[in-house]
Structure formats: structure tokens, C-alpha cells
């Protein structure tokens, strides 16, 4: 028998075309938030420090937060099919987030896709500023706010065979621990960097096509 497949995906810039965060941010933030951005990707700072000091800088309400990812952020057009596709197989597929989860549960509603399952960090909103929660704290890495690697070496242990789809600074961990590993833009630089082995993609139509040509699903 072919091992149980277990898809995972992060969400910013990956489900969606625009990063959540970063629309916020260019918004309501700092204008020196990519200031921040930068030294979080150089490894100056943790991914959970510079998501701290970037969201005391934003101010605006939650329903002006909602409002604004509701009208800028729009999800991979191939991503439905992929996801229908994917559940007429039976195979689970869960979203990774090193993001918010106002923001998921934001986009996903708006999209009819509110039911699908994610793992995100939590933000509250308290005396008039933004306080992120990291309700998924990690044993093995301080560097995340949510360490992506977590579930899925969990699923690896479980049997699964797991795929990860990913984009950014923080999927390096699932990436080096994924079964197979889909990555574009930043991640896919620091995979070739690193010498994690990764498969290049533009949209899930691409991780579609692959998984198919791999008689996956």
C-alpha cells in the first residue's frame, strides 16, 4: 500500500497572491516596518520578534484590518480546483501560517473556503494595540513564531506522506522536513542555497500537474 499523502501549505503568498501582512503593513504600519522585514530575514532578528515590533506599529481597528484584506487580497485562482481535486482523493491538506489568524479566517470565509483547517498565530488587539499570540510554541525551535516544521515531522511520524507548499522565511523548517517540497520565490533561493531539494512552482496548478505526473493523486 502506498503510504497516506498529507498535504500542508503555507498561506501568504501561497493560497493567496498578495501576503496579508504585508498589505497591513503597508497600510496601517510603520513606513520603516521593512526595515524590520530585513533584519528578520538576515537572521538579526527572530521571525517572532519582527512580527511583534511590526504589528505595534499598526494601529487600525479589526474591522479595518477585515475591510482592507477583504478588498486587496485575492486567493490562487488554481487553488479551489486543487483543493477539490485533493478532497475527492481524500487526502487532508491543512494551512502552515506564520501569519494571523484574523487573516485566514478573513480571506477564507470571503471565499466560501472558511472550513479549511490552519494553524496560524493569534492576534489580539488590547488597549488599543495589536499583541501576538504563538499559541504553538516549539520544543525544538526558537527562531519561529509558529514553527511549521512541528506538525509536520508529527504527520512524518504518523505515517503520512507528507507535501508542503511554501514561499517565504518562515516555511524553511517544513521545507527541510517535508517528504516533497513545492517552493517559489524567497524559498525556493534559500532551498538551491541550502541544498534542500524543492520543486519550483508558480500556482497550484503546477503542484497539481506534478503530483499527477508522480501518479500521487
Known amino acids: 500500500m502506498k503510504p497516506q499523502l498529507l498535504i500542508a501549505c503555507d498561506f501568504d503568498g501561497t493560497v493567496t497572491r498578495q501576503d496579508t501582512l504585508v498589505e ?51 486567493v490562487d485562482p488554481a487553488f479551489h480546483a486543487f483543493l477539490k481535486r485533493v478532497r475527492a482523493h481524500g487526502i487532508p491538506l491543512v494551512c502552515l501560517s ?8 478573513t480571506v477564507l470565509t470571503q471565499v466560501g473556503l472558511g472550513t479549511l483547517p490552519f494553524l496560524a498565530n493569534r492576534l489580539v488587539r488590547n488597549n488599543g494595540s495589536w499583541h501576538v499570540q504563538f499559541p504553538y510554541p516549539s520544543s525544538t525551535c526558537s527562531a519561529c513564531g509558529h514553527c511549521k516544521g512541528d506538525p509536520i515531522r508529527t504527520w512524518n511520524g504518523q505515517g503520512y506522506r507528507t507535501v508542503f507548499a511554501g514561499n517565504g522565511v518562515t516555511d524553511r523548517c517544513a521545507a527541510r522536513l517535508a517528504g516533497l517540497t513545492f517552493a517559489k520565490d524567497e524559498l525556493l533561493a534559500w532551498s538551491r542555497a541550502q ?23
Open 24 to 74: 497591513i503593513l503597508n497600510r496601517f504600519g510603520s513606513p520603516r516596518w521593512r526595515e524590520i522585514q530585513e533584519r528578520v530575514v538576515s537572521g538579526e532578528l527572530s521571525i517572532r520578534e519582527g512580527l511583534e515590533a511590526e504589528m505595534r506599529t499598526v494601529k487600525a481597528s479589526s474591522e479595518e484590518l477585515r475591510s482592507l484584506l477583504r478588498d486587496r487580497v485575492e
Open 98 to 105: 506564520g501569519g494571523f489568524d484574523l487573516c485566514l479566517e
Open 195 to 217: 541544498g534542500v531539494e524543492a520543486v519550483g512552482f508558480s500556482t497550484f496548478a503546477d503542484v497539481q500537474r506534478e503530483l499527477e505526473d508522480r501518479r500521487w493523486l
